[in-house]
């Protein structure tokens, strides 16, 4: 079976936090693979976030999950 993630293509995005550009590879090499916390896909119909803002709301989940 093939993994569907495997066959999409890379795109450009505005992150959903604060509107910078940059490229989702899901099908290879992609600078959130590297990242030690991933958040869970948005509900809300927001896409996916930058490395600054992956890295804020990280901190932020972390922050509140030792409280």
């Known amino acids: 079976m093939t993994n569907r993630l495997e066959t999409l293509p890379s795109r ?3 992150c959903s936090g604060c509107g910078t550009e940059f490229t989702c590879n899901p ?3 992609c600078w959130c693979a590297e990242e030690t916390y991933l958040l869970p896909m948005p509900f809300d ?3 996916c976030l930058c ?3 992956l890295r804020l709301k990280a901190k932020q989940a972390a922050e509140a999950a030792s409280t």
Do not use: F, K, Q
Request: a negative charge; charged letters at 25%.
């Open 45 to 47: 119909g927001g896409d």
């Open 27 to 29: 099908s290879g090499p």
């Open 12 to 14: 450009r995005l505005a």
């Open 51 to 53: 490395a600054d803002c």
